[in-house]
């Protein structure tokens, strides 16, 4: 049976679990907000990047342009993860990790379908990178352990560290693994949910995406010139427009892990004023019940005296 002194611990604890939570739910919402301007910054310097494929690629019209940072013609894929080294987030690891393991077995399927040359390759197991040792763990439960992981990134300035890396690990692929898909999931916010599944084809970029960026206008009245050799200063351009689309990607997933942390807390916060509201009216009850009890031995005993004294 509970006494007092026992419901007084409880409701300090849980008074003590909801101002952790508060403090959390204040944090994350800070976090959001320094995500969310690391990936707006980003727009001017994505459309710099674009400038420089419209000029590289303007009036070329060779074909093997378009593949000349991509020398691998093998279509074996690579999957980079985001997910989060903490928990309080809902479903965003499970998420992400049945959406990739999803994606996999549709890619798998739809080449077993057209039969093309290129099935082989689509049925090598993929390389996968995670970052974040929850996802992880999910991955591996789904039969795609991840061949590397890596920390989440804990504040803005962590994030070009870990871009870094990235590129790194991708260049390793392409030179060591024939990798030429590249594909990066990972959890953005939207409207009405705290985070959804996002799947971006970041390699092959594309004939179609070339030819947008070497048709479009040019905005100024002066064009640039360059002196490099035309297939290097692609291949450095693409460098650049991999690290704007994996600094994007990694940005967005924090601001949406805060969100889904944010939500999981306020659930927290519920269940804790609840939890809170019931051992409050026990207390009371059986505070009362003591006082009760109390007041009738009181009673009991001036009874008991005053018919001592008649007798």
Not at 41 to 50: G, I, K, R
Not at 74 to 90: E, H, N, Y
Not at 252 to 265: F, G, Q, T
Not at 275 to 297: K, P
Request: hydrophobic letters at 40%.
């Amino acid at each position: 049976m509970n006494t007092l002194e026992h419901l007084r611990a409880k409701i300090e604890t849980a008074t003590d679990m909801q101002s952790v939570v508060k403090t959390m739910k204040t944090l994350a919402a800070v976090s959001i907000r320094q995500y969310e301007r690391a990936a707006d910054a980003l727009s001017p310097y994505n459309q710099t990047v674009e400038m420089g494929f419209q000029i590289v690629l303007r009036n070329t019209g060779h074909g093997d342009l378009l593949f000349a940072a991509d020398p691998h013609r093998s279509t074996r894929t690579a999957a980079i993860v985001f997910g989060t080294d903490q928990g309080m987030c809902g479903q965003f690891n499970e998420r992400i990790a049945a959406t990739v393991s999803a994606d996999r077995e549709q890619s798998a399927a739809d080449e077993r379908r057209t039969g093309s040359d290129s099935a082989q390759a689509f049925g090598q197991p993929w390389k996968v990178l995670a970052v974040g040792t929850r996802v992880e763990g999910h991955l591996k439960e789904m039969g795609l352990a991840p061949d590397q992981t890596l920390s989440v990134p804990a504040s803005v300035s962590e994030i070009t560290p870990l871009v870094q890396d990235l590129l790194l690990t991708i260049q390793h692929w392409r030179e060591q693994s024939e990798i030429s898909r590249l594909l990066v999931f990972y959890n953005r916010r939207t409207v009405g949910a705290a985070s959804l599944p996002n799947r971006l084809v970041l390699l092959p970029i594309g004939a179609e995406r070339y030819r947008r960026w070497s048709h479009q206008r040019w905005q100024s009245t002066s064009l640039p010139a360059f002196t490099m050799d035309r297939r290097r200063l692609l291949s450095c351009i693409i460098r650049q427009y991999l690290f704007v689309s994996l600094y994007r990607s990694c940005a967005e997933s924090l601001s949406s892990e805060n969100a889904s942390r944010i939500a999981a807390m306020q659930v927290a916060e519920r269940s804790i004023q609840e939890r809170l509201d019931d051992l409050t009216r026990a207390f009371n009850q059986i505070r009362q019940t003591a006082i009760t009890e109390e007041l009738l031995d009181v009673v009991s005993g001036f009874e008991a005296l005053s018919g001592g004294e008649k007798f």
